[in-house]
T-cell receptor, first 116, second 111 residues
Framework: GAGVSQSPSNKVTEKGKDVELRCDPISGHTALYWYRQRLGQGLEFLIY????????KSGLPSDRFSAERTGESVSTLTIQRTQQEDSAVYLCASSRPPSGLQETQYFGPGTRLLVL | QKEVEQDPGPLSVPEGAIVSLNCTYS??????FMWYRQYSRKGPELLMY????GNKEDGRFTAQVDKSSKYISLFIRDSQPSDSATYLC???????????FGAGTQVVVTP
């Protein structure tokens, strides 16, 4: 079946420009997460959407970062006035309500962002 | 100090050897522990999921959690070149929610 898809797969932008990254979760998955992975590092949580609840924005590094989700479908992560330190792979994951004690987050392939 | 510590490696082993990976953590609220495998330029995929302390085995993979020591391990038996990847430990306090990841250990299995 279809997994989590992300677009674009690669994005090169100039410092100061705005970028939009898109995530299409697995159909029926109510939760959606954004993570950031800098080169050679683990994943860093950014934001979490769960159904119609208010999103958990506690991981957003600055007010230049924002994200939206339409219902239980597509999400867009927007980075305004990009900086070189924003260069990273941005990963999206989705999940459905835990089965027993297990919630499995399924990851997309990521968007590789390079800010020149 | 990071909440989750993981040696980045690289860890190089010959084919057929046992791969031993581990993470330590500082947050005693963590109850759910996972290992993800990430191939180059791909998203992470879940390998093992463990709740609380104990062992879990799945084929060639064994995950161990020792909450008293705040230490988790992953063992890969009879390693294959296709096991060459980065292995990330991840954990969380609630059954549903954000994951805290280690930095990942790069594993290279040589034929």
């Amino acid at each position: 079946g279809a997994g989590v898809s992300q677009s674009p797969s690669n994005k090169v932008t100039e410092k100061g420009k705005d970028v939009e990254l898109r995530c299409d979760p697995i159909s029926g998955h109510t939760a959606l997460y954004w993570y950031r992975q800098r080169l050679g590092q683990g994943l860093e949580f950014l934001i979490y959407f769960q159904g119609n609840s208010a999103p958990d924005k506690s991981g957003l590094p600055s007010d230049r970062f924002s994200a939206e989700r339409t219902g239980e479908s597509v999400s867009t992560l927007t980075i305004q006035r990009t900086q070189q330190e924003d260069s990273a792979v941005y990963l999206c994951a989705s999940s459905r309500p835990p089965s027993g004690l297990q919630e499995t987050q399924y990851f997309g392939p990521g968007t590789r962002l390079l800010v020149l | 100090q990071k909440e989750v510590e993981q040696d980045p490696g690289p860890l190089s082993v010959p084919e057929g050897a046992i791969v031993s990976l581990n993470c330590t953590y500082s947050n005693s609220a963590f109850q759910y522990f996972m290992w993800y495998r990430q191939y180059s330029r791909k998203g992470p995929e879940l390998l093992m999921y463990t709740y609380s302390s104990g062992n879990k085995e799945d084929g060639r993979f064994t995950a161990q959690v020792d909450k008293s020591s705040k230490y988790i391990s992953l063992f890969i038996r009879d390693s294959q070149p296709s096991d060459s990847a980065t292995y990330l430990c991840a954990m969380k306090g609630d059954s549903w929610g954000k994951l805290q990841f280690g930095a990942g250990t790069q594993v290279v299995v040589t034929p």
